[in-house]
């Protein structure tokens, strides 16, 4: 169990790729495989994927991030803080590519606004590549953007109390394969079509 820690954060801000993700950096990275990874009181986002275009060095580098060939699997995180689900956002002249997340379970505390789920979600860009500074999600479950092939199956998404945004919202998403995705409040569980 990890305690008060989001899983991951893949972020190439500083004009790096990722290519065939697992869990770990650098050449001496340990990879986790076939395993089951449970995360409890996660503050911020339980998973979080992006790239954006700081470029702060070398100074020759002047293109964005990429990211591809990503998989995340055989995930419980539990209470979960609810500024932010999982995050998939790539940029739109990069997207990120072939984003894979099957097994997962994410319990969240609720509580979010129809207002928070209207708003425009900042592009990264030049940002900081933080969510808490761009403040809520519009979706309280999963928000994807700039995507060019996504696999979602067997993910669910639990509330402690109502969220009044949506589970899913996919903007400018291409090639996405969904199955057995579910949202659930108490004893209702029902499947969930992107907004």
């Known amino acids: 169990m990890i305690d008060g820690v989001g899983l ?57 991030s990429r990211g591809q060939n990503i998989m995340i699997s055989n995930i419980q995180a539990l209470d979960c803080d609810s500024l932010a689900g999982i ?10 590519k072939n984003i894979a997340l099957q097994n997962i379970h994410i319990e969240y505390r609720g509580g979010g606004t129809k207002e928070q789920g209207k708003k425009e979600y900042r592009e990264q860009g030049t940002n900081y590549p933080e969510p808490r500074w761009a403040g809520p999600t519009p979706a309280y479950g999963l928000y994807a953007r700039h995507v060019e092939g996504l696999q979602l199956r067997n993910i669910t998404f639990s509330l402690k109390k109502k969220d009044d945004r949506p589970a899913v919202i996919m903007k400018n998403v291409k090639n996405v394969a ?6 659930s409040l108490g004893t209702i569980t029902r499947d969930i079509t992107p907004q």
Do not use: F, W
């Open 178 to 183: 969904m199955s057995e995705i579910k949202e």
């Open 87 to 96: 995050i998939i956002t790539g940029m739109e002249q990069a997207p990120l």
């Open 8 to 64: 991951t954060k893949k972020d190439t801000e500083k004009g790096g790729n990722v290519q065939g993700g697992s869990i770990g950096t650098g050449d001496k990275a340990i990879a986790l495989k076939q395993c089951k990874i449970a995360l409890n009181h996660v503050h911020h986002y339980p998973i979080y994927i992006t790239t954006g275009c700081r470029n702060r060095g070398p100074k020759d580098v002047k293109e964005p």
